[in-house]
């Protein structure tokens, strides 16, 4: 039922000093602060809110970069989005609650170059190839544009 | 004593540890040697015959699609989202096009409801036929690999009646979808999804029975129900144990709510079980197809909406062949899109492959990583790393096919002269 | 005379070593239909071979990313003389509908030389025939 899974998440939001906002019917938003994420998450993983983690989604929102967590229970979605700072971030890892996020967080660390603190194979690369060099920044950076990356990679007609 | 120390923190740092529940103990090994130069697929180490650790590699299919969605119009987004995957292509533009129309005011009709529903259905089919021909093959049952492709042509046959194309149908569009149904089609169809079903009953009886397949399948690539929930498998990977993970029944997309279906789980935890589980979903497609095309309701199959999507955020997921494909999608209110992203079910049921691998002998890792159904690339290359002999190689996956038709039906294989020039 | 035989065989009977460089798996799974009785590319004499020591043919699908561009050089050397390359699909020809993603490249005549384009997304299992028998066609 929509009511029950709300009323539980907002149980939930209430110790991470935040609250839920609805984005559509079945579809919830909560910002959550870097330091509750954790407790935040395993209350919904642990509390029987939602045992399904679809994925988790780096997204650049201009200032800071946005890590949204996506959980789902029957028709009922819920995004819990974090933030953290642009430049060698660091972000707080759930694989001890959810070992099956390792794989994503390593997306996330590719791609937006996001460390999260916990997560063991943060020094391994999951989708970038080899030869990416060390100092080109991110490809999902909105800074980042695709014809540099290019030309870095050696892509272009010799 | 300080050396082994020494090697046992060179180790945990070569190979980045296990995932944090394992309980696996470190044995010490020799020297590293980086003299792989060349990225692996997988990283197999072995003690002896089994594999106590599997580092994956992905990434050769990397080719930031992500970002170049942000660069292109809405709709042509659509059709390069399709070409992710060639097997479960219709889903994901399926997905990403739910996850757009959402943002906008305008509405799917039910006619078009029901013919995504009808091509998805194909789609499955099509790809659990594919999986189970693949299997027979990495088995050593070449006869089972021909004939199910052959029945498998059947429903391209269809597909290219319907849209055009055998592979990359391109039939969904924002709101509706591009084609209409072939008039006169349905009893067609209606007889040849008998016919399948018909044939899906048979390859379950040879699974059942047949010693090629009982030999490699049973008791191989087991997991544990908390296991798999831990590691969020979804799709095949998640019933197969018995969880009702799926998202026709969870949270019904297009025509799903209205037409009656029922979920396919096992218990049997191992790659037998997935035989059967997805020849069970075969059958159930075919049945979810004979009832659709019965009923299809008459109306428009499309809703022209404008170029550009307003403000906003939203997710989507459709149940693939292989398991939820997932899609968020954030919309400035432009022309083109601010954030797509796209989950394929292979990338969440990885981590279970690797926990499926451990304990299995050598011979086993193609039936293991096939049965999982991996979208990516093909299985071209992996590298071994034995602690026991301290020796180190790299097969191809046909070497490693043979070694293991060899392994298990040695009076039956032919001498492969190239397992002959490699095997070390 | 001896090379006359040996063209004969090579024209008969192409062994063929597949590769995927980055590909949908669209290309691939046309190309092993082909492989399956409705089209049976066997009855030309071709086979697949798993090594590239063993092939005539190299018959490459995808778009080539940076992963992959090395190990492509690296199996066409392998591949003994005389060879051939057969670049499958749209993206093998020029990057497809993937041209200007930041992990793809131009396609495979840039990385190494192509003897037999076959368009399509993907090319069906009778175009993929015609690409490789076409391509005999040529073998002097």
Known sequence: MSEVFLQRVEGCAVDAHTKPTQLRERETLVEVEQQYVKQFVSKVWNDGISRRLSTITGLDLGERIGIIYHFWQNKDTLHVRTTVQKTSSTAVSIVDIIPGAILYEMEIHDLFGVTFVGNPWMDKKLLLPETWPDDLPPPLLKTSKSPEIRKRLKLEAE | ?424 | MLKQLETWARKRSPWVYHINASSCNGCDIELVASLTPTYDIERFGAVLVPSPRHADVLIVTGTVNAQTKDRLRKVYEQLPDPKHVIALGACAAAGGVFKGCYNVGQGVQDVIPVDMFVPGCPPRPEAIMYGVLKLLGEVK
Request: hydrophobic fraction near 35%.
């Open chain 2, 1 to 424: 004593m300080k050396m082994s120390e020494s090697k046992k923190s060179a180790r945990r740092e070569e190979t980045a540890g296990l995932m944090e529940y394992s309980t696996e103990n470190l044995v010490p090994f020799g020297p590293i040697h980086p003299a792989l130069k060349e990225p692996e697929y997988f990283k197999l180490v072995l003690e002896g015959e089994k594999i106590v650790e599997v580092i994956p590699r992905i990434g050769y299919v990397h080719r930031g699609l992500e970002k170049a969605a942000e660069g292109r119009p809405w709709v042509q987004n659509m059709y390069m989202f399709e070409r992710t995957c060639g097997i479960c292509s219709f889903v994901h533009s399926l997905c990403y096009g739910q996850a757009v129309e959402e943002l906008t005011m305008y509405k799917v009709p039910k006619r078009a409801k029901y013919i995504r529903l009808i091509i998805a259905e194909l789609e499955r089919i099509h790809s659990h036929l594919l999986w189970v021909g693949l299997m027979g093959h990495w088995a050593g049952f070449e006869t089972l690999f021909m004939w199910v492709w052959q029945d498998r042509e059947i429903v391209l046959d269809i597909v290219e009646t319907i849209s055009g194309n055998r592979v990359h149908k391109s039939m969904n569009a924002f709101c509706g979808v591009r084609r209409d149904m072939p008039e006169n089609m349905e009893d067609h169809i209606v007889e040849k999804m008998k016919y399948l079903a018909g044939r899906a009953r048979y390859y379950r009886e040879i699974i059942d029975t047949e010693e090629t397949m009982l030999e490699r399948t049973q008791k191989v690539g087991k997991l544990s129900v908390d296991t798999v929930e831990k590691l969020c498998a979804v799709g095949p990977m998640a019933r197969y144990v018995g969880i009702q993970n799926d998202v026709r029944l969870n949270d019904p997309y297009a025509a799903y709510d209205e037409v009656p279906f029922s979920i396919v789980t096992r218990n049997e935890g191992d790659v037998q079980g997935l035989l059967r589980l997805r020849l069970d979903e075969l059958i159930v497609s075919t049945d979810l197809i004979t009832y659709a095309v019965k009923h299809l309701p008459e109306g428009p199959i499309r809703v022209k909406i404008p170029p550009v999507i307003p403000a906003g955020e939203h997710s989507s997921r459709c149940e693939a062949p292989r398991g939820e494909i997932f899609y968020y999608v954030k919309s400035t209110g432009g022309r083109t899109p601010d954030r797509v992203k796209s989950r394929q079910p292979t990338l969440a049921n990885l981590p279970a492959a690797l926990e499926m691998l451990k304990g299995q002998t050598l011979a086993d890792v193609p039936i293991v990583l096939t049965a999982i159904d991996p979208c990516f690339g093909c299985m071209d290359r992996m590298s071994f790393l034995d602690t026991e002999t301290n020796k180190q190689w790299t097969w191809s996956g046909e070497q490693l096919r043979q070694y293991g038709i060899k392994h298990y039906f040695p009076n039956q294989s032919r001498n492969s002269p190239i397992l002959k020039e490699t095997h070390p």
